[in-house]
């Protein structure tokens, strides 16, 4: 197993940000997302918001693992997201996983934002995500690859979750 870890804070509201979060995609700094669709929606006794969504995505990080081109593998890949947002204590958690190919890889991902606790006017995002590749001669190889693939990708995340804001704060200001 490989972990990748980050922090991250973003120069926005947690309010903006959280809403960027759930607008993320269809994003200019993740076109291998294909689509969402939300599953579930509630709110809960408390007023938490829970989501579970699935996402499609030809994923970059398949094509970095070589055995799934040489099984055909290749094409849509698919997440569930699983998500509650607080809009009293200001958190938002995501947690995420594979289901294409689950057994073979297994990805896990936490990105929970919450305002800062430095600058509250700013969000923090900390991020986690572990991979699992089964037992094989090269899954140390094919872990480590994915968690770099990974990390390269947070950062296209980051970028969308700014773009978005960035449109959140113009439609904000077209309305007043």
């Known amino acids: 197993m490989k972990i990748f870890k980050t922090q991250h804070v973003f120069d926005y509201s947690w309010d903006e940000v959280s809403l960027a979060a759930y607008r993320k995609y269809p994003n200019e700094h993740s076109p291998k997302v294909t689509a ?8 809960d ?22 055995f799934v081109k040489m099984l055909g593998l290749e094409g849509s890949m698919f997440v569930i997201e699983r998500s509650v947002a607080d809009p009293v204590e200001k ?17 896990f991902e936490v990105l929970q934002y919450r305002r800062d606790p430095v600058e509250p006017s700013k969000t923090l995002l900390i991020q986690e995500a572990s991979v699992t590749v089964a037992p094989c001669l090269i899954s140390g ?10 990390s390269e990708s947070a950062q296209n995340g980051r970028n969308a979750i700014v773009n978005v804001c960035e449109k959140i704060q113009k439609e904000q200001q077209s309305t007043v």
Do not use: Q
Not at 36 to 43: A, F
């Open 36 to 43: 969402v669709d939300v599953l579930k929606r509630y709110v």
């Open 45 to 66: 006794k408390e007023g938490r918001l829970h989501s579970v969504r699935l996402i499609a995505s030809c994923f970059s990080m398949w094509s970095a693992v070589p």
């Open 91 to 107: 958190t938002l958690t995501l947690r995420s996983r594979n289901i294409s190919l689950e057994g073979l890889i297994n990805v």
């Open 141 to 150: 190889f094919v872990e480590g690859r994915m968690i770099d693939v990974f």
